[in-house]
């Protein structure tokens, strides 16, 4: 069975969309200054995207920072009723609550003190005919800190063979039974069993390890017990956003990092972390057509989500961050300044590879950021699969095939078909159905929550929380496999496959 996702041939950047990050401004000393000094006399860049909006090529303007929104609308009725006009008249974005105006911007960078390098704004164009004009225009600008294309972040989906299957709004469902927990190969693997064992040791009950992902099913009874967040709705956004991990893969990923242990029920996870879920993906997927001709509708990472994810997590104090995302397309200045932030203040953030092997094993973000630590997949034989990319970055290998898992109790589904109709457009067609309750799965995806959990496990047993030890012991630590053919490093298998006894037995030693 192959990998259920994976991104290569997939567009690497947005259409039509730009990150724009200000400088940061003096903060006035009152309501009414501040407002004031946002409408003055626009700079060069925000005066071409006053142009674009009044011509009706901006779509919407969505400021990173939550509180932004909010602080505007309060002035904009405030002045407004002080000058008994409508609110529209001061410059309210033209596209009502969902917009903001190009003033908005300056705005925006005199009140969010959050963002890490100033404040940043997604700009959504109607066109991506219009993109390069606008960004030239914005880069000139003077009070403009950065701005760039929007890098894709992917957990695309290939159909499986269940797609024939009943579509999962349906009443029927597939569910499916993991094998006794003490059998789980991946566990054996890694001497979870050995690890627990040893004098001391402390499961990581008082570990924040952040999940960002699909989502996750709250209610699951080998998951409830283990979750201490859960963050998905985002009401300024344009895209419905349940609570449900309509996908799977974020509830899968959280099971592998802390399902309940000896509970009876399921599966056992690697540690007793308590999980932190943002759901970082909308429930609309998205039509993604390939460059043979054929199309599907899938689901990929929300920019916004993803970007406040990480900046909940830098305010959480989050300790470990898995990320079983990637794409191509190179950082921004604001995902990269978030990444700074949180190494900075001592968040380890944990990446798998990427599983296009069979497609040259394209560089994939975020796995290759700096200070990221990046997790290759292998097999029950300690070899590495054959969908997990390769790479001068990768640290580490961790089981990642046919890894047995939690999935939500309720139907769902990884992608849908795309069929052409009569009149040429796409339309969905049958969705490929994923299991409920638990599932055994492939991929890079599933062999870095392995590696987030053992992170974990390193701080709760004594270990250095700095990120740059974390790694430094996780490397130290690992096997060096025979199929590493008597190497330190390849790059295949980084420097080797997770050891958890090991790890967590040379705390305190010069192993």
């Known amino acids: 069975m192959g990998p259920l996702f994976r991104n290569s041939g997939f567009p690497l950047y947005h259409e039509a969309m730009l990150f724009v990050r200000m400088r940061p401004q003096q903060r006035q000393a009152s309501f009414e200054a501040t407002f004031t000094a946002a409408r003055s006399p626009l700079s060069s860049g925000l005066q071409a995207l006053a142009f674009y909006e009044r011509a009706g090529l901006v779509k919407r303007i969505t400021p990173l920072s939550e509180e932004a929104p909010h602080y505007a609308s309060r002035m904009l009725v405030r002045s407004a009723r002080n000058a008994r006009v409508k609110p529209e008249l001061l410059g309210a974005p033209g596209n009502g609550a969902e917009g903001w105006s190009a003033s908005a911007l300056n705005l925006s960078a005199a009140v969010d003190e959050r963002t890490p390098g100033g404040a940043a704004s997604l700009v959504e164009l109607a066109s991506d005919a219009d993109l390069r004009e606008l960004q030239l225009a914005l880069a000139g600008d003077p009070s403009v800190a950065s701005v760039s294309r929007v890098p894709r972040r992917y957990l695309t989906a290939k159909m ?41 040791f402390n499961d990581a009950s008082e570990i924040k390890v952040a999940v960002l992902d699909t989502g996750i099913d709250a209610g699951h009874p080998d998951l409830k017990d283990q979750i201490a967040g859960y963050i998905y709705e985002h009401p300024d956004l344009p895209g419905a956003s349940s609570d449900q991990d309509l996908i799977g893969h974020g509830t899968h990923v959280a099971g592998t990092i802390g399902a309940t242990i000896n509970n009876d029920v399921g599966i056992n996870g690697i540690s007793q972390a308590r999980i932190h879920a943002w759901k970082i993906f909308d429930d609309r997927p998205d039509l993604l057509t390939h460059p043979d001709g054929t199309a599907e509708f899938a689901y990929f990472v929300d920019p916004v989500m993803y970007l406040r994810a990480l900046l909940d997590c830098v305010d959480a104090g989050i300790d470990v961050i898995n990320l079983s995302i990637g794409g191509g397309g190179a950082p921004d200045p604001t995902e990269s300044a978030a990444f700074e932030a949180l190494l900075a203040g001592g968040t380890s953030i944990i990446a798998a590879m990427g599983n296009e092997r069979r497609e040259g094993s394209p560089i994939s973000y975020p796995a290759a950021m700096p200070g990221v630590t990046a997790v290759g997949a292998t097999n029950l034989q300690d070899r590495i699969t054959s969908f997990s990319n390769r790479g001068n970055h990768v640290a580490i290998a961790a089981p990642g095939d046919a890894i047995w898992s939690t999935l939500p109790t309720y139907p769902g589904q990884t992608a849908w078909r795309a069929e052409k109709g009569p009149d040429g457009h796409w339309w969905q067609g049958k969705a490929a159905i994923r299991e409920t309750d638990y599932d055994a799965w492939p991929g890079t995806s599933m062999a870095a929550p392995h590696v987030a959990a053992a992170a974990a496990l390193f701080i709760a047993n004594g270990g250095d929380r700095d990120p740059a030890a974390i790694r430094d012991a996780l490397l130290a630590s690992a096997d060096k496999v025979p199929a590493m053919g008597g190497q330190d490093f390849t790059p295949d298998f980084g420097y080797g496959r997770l050891n958890l006894k090991r790890l967590i037995a040379c705390i305190g030693t010069n192993d």
Request: charge should be positive.
């Open 160 to 200: 499986s063979r269940k797609s024939s299957k009943p579509s999962a709004v349906g009443r029927e469902r597939t569910a499916t039974a993991p094998p006794p927990a003490y059998t789980m190969w991946n566990l054996r693997k890694i001497n979870w069993q050995e690890a627990r064992d040893l004098n001391g």
